[in-house]
């Protein structure tokens, strides 16, 4: 068995990494349960931000009162995620400025494993059945991930 990185390695671990392949097994898994989501996006979205919000209404605030944009947004920024995640490097400055971005919006690190258990609470809500466990642990390491990379890019930023 060849040793395999996840796809969404911060810019640190890649520098040590960047010889040693992408899990593409992973990657496959990942991408084939995103894509069975998309014909339920309004559903997902919904279910995402209703997740966040009943679990930390605090944060309501934060966002704008017609979700519409921040959750096409949202989707969009999953979809190129999966979209190139069999070559991550080029998501890095993509992620760093989208961190930076939300830095300057106000998010802090504490709340970044809350939008991912949203996520996921949703992605799980949404595919029904089809959810597993595996799949389950699978995407809150990415998502996690894709919060460290957008931290590593807040950080630089400060």
């Known amino acids: 068995m060849r040793a395999t990185r996840h796809p969404l390695c911060t810019a640190l671990m890649l520098r040590d990494l960047h010889d040693v392949p992408v899990d593409t097994e992973l990657v496959e898994r990942l991408a084939r349960s995103f894509r069975r989501l998309l014909p339920k996006?309004?559903?997902?979205?919904d279910r995402v931000y209703a997740s966040l919000f009943a679990g930390h209404p605090e944060l309501r605030s934060m966002f704008p009162s017609d979700l519409g944009e921040q959750q096409a947004k949202l989707l969009a920024t999953l979809n190129?995620?999966?979209e190139q995640l069999a070559s991550p490097e080029a998501l890095l400055p993509q992620l760093h400025e989208?961190?930076?971005?939300h830095a300057d919006?106000?998010?802090?690190?504490?709340?970044y494993p809350l939008i991912v258990t949203a996520i996921v609470q949703a992605m799980a809500d949404v595919a029904g059945p089809d959810w597993t466990p595996e799949l389950d642990a699978e995407w809150r390491d990415a998502l996690t991930r894709l919060g460290d990379i957008m931290l590593e890019g807040a950080l630089d930023h400060e």
């Open 41 to 45: 996006a309004t559903r997902f979205m």
């Open 80 to 82: 190129l995620v999966v």
């Open 98 to 101: 989208l961190g930076r971005y």
């Open 105 to 111: 919006l106000g998010v802090r690190p504490a709340h």
